[in-house]
């Protein structure tokens, strides 16, 4: 499929040819784990599903294809992809990561690699002066997200990308929160683009995923390796629920990000909201920045659908879980029905007090998921939950 073509036939025809025996237009999962081979080393490009499967590449080459990318890399969740990249170190090498990251990343980090010899150090990515001063002669990564997970932060990748290409570092950026709809890193210079495929990108909260994107081979073809070796790889089914996933992302993200919009402009007046945190409003300290860098395929900017707020204090947050109907009480987001979570306890509940503190982490703090739900349903929703 041809670069030129828009992201919304990408979606639906990159990777997605009919069955060549049959003609069929949903091409067949391929449920097996090994292959017929002609003689001892000849096959047909198959010999083991754990290496490659051609459910998984057709995925593969859709993923790369709606970022931008040559080489699309698939895992089993979004923490093994995180895995997976950091699996390319060595011991000793060093890793700057933003510190309002997901919980996950935080623990993997910190409680499982940092056992191995790799080092990391969390910075505030909103400003690129604390960035470069925390680069280190071993530094062999910056690893971001942007928006961050809960407060939506902002990191200016551009001018990230560009530091990282004087010091001779590779640039990492968790696109889970935007999608490839939303936010294009590797067009910004980025080197890898990262997701929780679980999120806006399977966008029904039916599958686990994850997938790593870049246009550098000899990257691509360790990334390979570790998918192969290590082996935390997704089955045929999630490969063929997440391409069937893809062909309406577009739809369903713009309607999301048009919802949460909508409710952010008339919840931010709203007298027991306290520090309303949504990058499409005005009053957010990077909306500038969001304009530039959050760019739907129309070139025109998009807000994304996490909205997060805090009450005046822990009894009215629960007051408000308590009346709530139809955001549902749980963890993750971007799929079509609306969500609540509250980040202190629930996604990062494994980060350390301290750390929950250094990076502005309250327990009166609520992050909503916006659905494709009408948005006067979710609006009087939340108001009557409010009322008290």
């Known amino acids: 499929m041809g670069d030129k073509k828009r992201f919304e036939t990408r979606a639906i025809h990159a990777g997605n040819k009919p069955d060549e025996s049959t003609g069929a237009v949903s091409p067949p999962i391929h449920f097996t784990s090994t292959y017929q081979q002609e003689s001892v ?17 057709r995925y593969e080459e859709n993923l790369a294809s709606l970022e931008g990318g040559k080489y699309g890399i698939a895992f089993a969740s979004g923490m093994a992809a995180t895995t997976a990249l950091f699996q390319t170190l060595e011991q000793g090498d060093h890793v700057i990561i933003g ?10 980090a910190v409680e499982i690699l940092s056992n191995h010899g790799f080092q990391f150090d969390f910075v505030d990515t909103r400003y690129l002066n604390q960035i470069e001063d925390a680069i280190q002669p071993n530094t062999k990564w910056i690893f971001v997200e942007t928006p961050t997970n809960p407060l939506l932060e902002l990191c200016d990748i551009k001018s990230t990308a560009k530091l990282c290409q004087t010091h001779g570092i590779k640039l990492a950026v968790d696109n889970t929160f935007m999608s490839p709809y939303g936010q294009n890193p590797l067009a910004l210079d980025a080197t890898l683009v990262l997701h929780s495929a679980t999120k806006f990108i399977g966008g029904h909260s039916d599958v686990i995923g994850g997938a790593l994107i870049t246009n550098e081979k000899d990257l691509a073809d360790q990334l390979y390796f570790i998918q192969k070796s290590a082996g935390a790889v997704p089955s045929p089914f999630d490969c063929w629920m997440l391409l069937r ?12 990000s048009d919802n949460a919009l909508d409710l952010a402009h008339r919840l ?19 909306h500038d920045l969001v304009k530039k860098q959050q760019l739907n395929p129309e070139g025109i900017p998009i807000f994304g659908s996490i909205i997060s707020f805090e009450l005046e204090s822990v009894n009215a947050r629960d007051q408000f879980l308590s009346k709530i109907k139809l955001f549902t009480l749980a963890e993750s987001l971007g799929g079509v029905e609306s969500l609540v979570c509250i980040p202190y306890e629930m996604t990062h509940g494994s980060v350390p007090p301290v750390m929950k503190k250094k990076m502005g982490l309250s327990k009166k703090l ?10 006067d349903d979710l609006y009087d929703d939340i108001t009557q939950s409010l009322f008290h």
């Open 41 to 57: 080393g000849q096959h047909k490009g198959f010999d083991y599903s754990r290496a490659a499967n051609p459910t998984r590449q």
């Open 268 to 286: 931010e007046s709203n007298s027991q909201i306290r520090s309303m945190r949504y990058p499409g409003l005005k009053s957010h300290p990077q």
């Open 245 to 256: 996933s893809t062909k309406t992302m577009a739809l369903r993200v713009q309607k999301q």
């Open 99 to 108: 510190r309002n990251v997901y919980g996950g990343t935080y623990r993997m």
């Open 366 to 375: 609520i992050r909503l998921s916006v659905g494709i739900e009408h948005v």
